[in-house]
């Protein structure tokens, strides 16, 4: 082991011997995402660096403190990407974080999430043990795929010390479209065009404009483009769209952050893309086809998740100054039992994260 990776380890020696909390802590930049952080800092921007890359092989195997900046960019030499747009809130991100959080951009319904690229992982387990799982391969799964299980985790379970990600290349070409409709009308015809053989990348309706990305071989983007119709957005402005779509720094997130700050929530809704518009209060932004719905509002917490579930989806407390109401749903009782075994398993202390994902664990 490495003096940085040993340092982690004395750390959690002793936070169990002593029976203390830890707060694994990579760039810092989603402290503001489910519960709040508590407990003693565990550092592990130092675990940094890109262990080993295969641009032929479509694989990265990368430390958890490294930064995701920097990762991208030597994916970038290569014309290789991580598909699936992890955000970036703020500068300073990780790859562990990437993987604990499980948030993907606008892509995500085209390519899949976090934990569809992951392949295998090295854990820091309550027992201050550090575990291997899955390999750099695709059909390396023998039982449960514990390394997938990591992504959306919240570092509940331990301290994601290396992931091995599958990457792939850039697509050869991009175009963006805008076309003004209601938002009733873009969530029909996203899902029309959904069942066709569409370069559909992304997709964004807000204010009265849905603007679409498609990505794919050239001939493909350009025979959906005559299919679809539109107004073409500049490549300059449709990039800067859609980063800022990404990284919430465009003009509809700007705005949610001034609300939250002044007693407003932001929501996520999840919910089947087919699902029609939601009769809530507050304004609205829907992504991924129409499965992720944004809504910015001082509706309680109980309209939002009862909304969420008669629609068969969840709703998840993105941002808030208030999160008493909880960031998550509280799971249903079979889920919440394997919550609490995998919790105990994993982390038998309750050293990690304590409160992150689930209150209690």
């Not at 519960?35 to 940094?48: D, I, K, N």
């Not at 090295?122 to 390999?135: D, Q, S, V």
Request: with cysteine; net charge neutral.
């Amino acid at each position: 082991m490495d003096a940085a990776l040993d340092r982690i380890v004395e750390q959690v020696q002793a936070a169990r011997v002593a029976q203390t909390r830890l707060d694994i802590r990579g760039g810092g930049t989603k402290a503001f995402y489910g519960g709040p952080p508590s407990g003693e800092p565990l550092e592990v921007a130092p675990l940094a660096g890109i262990s080993s890359y295969e641009p032929s092989e479509l694989v990265v195997t990368v430390r958890g403190g490294t930064l995701l900046a920097d990762l991208e960019a030597a994916l970038a030499e290569k014309g290789q990407c991580l598909p699936f747009e992890p955000p970036r809130f703020a500068q300073g991100g990780t790859v562990g974080g990437m993987v604990a959080a499980g948030l993907a951009g606008p892509a995500r319904a085209a390519v899949g999430g976090v934990r569809d690229y992951v392949l295998g992982a090295k854990l820091l387990n309550g027992r201050a043990e550090l575990l291997g799982f899955g390999g750099t391969v695709m059909k390396n799964v023998a039982g449960y795929d514990v390394s997938r299980l990591l992504a959306g985790s919240m570092g509940i379970l331990g301290v994601i010390c290396e992931v091995s990600l599958k990457v792939l290349p850039v697509t050869p070409a991009t175009l963006t479209l805008r076309l003004e409709m209601n938002v009733a009308t873009a969530i029909q015809r996203l899902n029309e065009w959904g069942g066709q053989p569409l370069p559909l990348n992304a997709s964004a309706w807000w204010e009265g404009m849905l603007v679409l990305r498609l990505s794919g071989a050239g001939a493909a983007v350009r025979a959906a483009q005559a299919k679809i119709g539109g107004e073409v957005v500049d490549p300059v402005l449709a990039a800067a769209f859609w980063q800022g779509l990404r990284d919430h720094h465009d003009e509809f997130f700007v705005g949610a952050l001034r609300a939250v700050a002044g007693g407003a929530s932001l929501w996520r809704l999840s919910v089947p893309a087919t699902t029609p518009p939601l009769a809530l209060s507050g304004e609205q932004l829907v992504e991924w086809g129409g499965a992720q719905r944004w809504i910015c509002t001082t509706a309680p917490a109980a309209t939002l998740r009862q909304a969420a579930a008669a629609a068969g989806g969840h709703a998840v407390l993105f941002r808030a100054t208030d999160k008493s109401a909880g960031a998550f749903a509280p799971p249903a009782p079979p889920l919440d039992r394997i919550h609490r075994e995998l919790k105990r398993a994993f982390d038998p202390d309750g050293i990690f994260n304590p409160g992150r994902l689930v209150p209690g664990l």
